[in-house]
């Protein structure tokens, strides 16, 4: 049976929706209709969590010994607190560093997500749209060098999630969060990925 370990806030977590509709659970329900033995994910992960927040929750849990799998989507809550991309950048390194550990040091294992713009939300009606696109900008811009760096795979989701952003039927209930047909796109693109990921295994 494979393992899968995902990181993260809330859209790992899938707020606003049935467990089973974020995107680790409609990832392993494709992974297992393409006929591989994935367990349940295992979801270190919390709403409004920034990139200090989710270490600290790291450093006091207890893991398996390492993962088949690992993913990692975190940064937007540093960009909604007007952090800076200089404090996020170490921080994700340290991140990036845990994930592959998890991964049994093979960053090859670990698949890094890029953040979505929650700027074409309704819920950022009142705010300035362009200004949180630029700043997302920046910060996914971080995350693929981090990725290329360490050499784990990236998965851009936020293009797709910028057409479909402001569309009822892929915001959840808040306006804000994804629904799960954003999360199946999600899981989609990375399901593609895992696969190959599990069958080099």
Known sequence: ???????GDS?????????????????????????LAVLAPEIMAKTGFTTDELLSLI????????????TLLIGVNNQYRGRSTDTFTPELNTLAEKAIAFAGGNPQRVVMLSIP????????????????????????????ETA??????FINITD???????LEE????????PSGKEYAVWAGALARVAANILHSK
Not at 1 to 7: E, G
Not at 59 to 70: G, Q
Not at 170 to 177: I, K, P, S
């Open 117 to 144: 713009d929650w700027g074409v939300t309704p819920f950022a009606k009142e705010k300035d749209s362009k200004t949180i696109c630029e700043e997302i900008d920046a910060y996914n811009k971080v995350c693929e």
């Open 170 to 177: 892929y915001l959840a209930t808040d306006g804000l969060h």
């Open 59 to 70: 450093n006091e849990s207890t893991f398996l010994s390492s993962y088949d799998l690992v």
């Open 148 to 153: 290329q760096t360490f050499g784990m795979h």
């Open 11 to 35: 859209y790992t977590v899938g707020e606003q929706v049935p467990l089973f509709e974020s995107f680790p659970y409609q990832t392993v329900q494709l992974l297992r209709g393409q006929g």
């Open 1 to 7: 049976m494979y393992t899968y370990l995902a990181l």
């Open 160 to 166: 797709t999630q910028r057409i479909h952003g402001h």
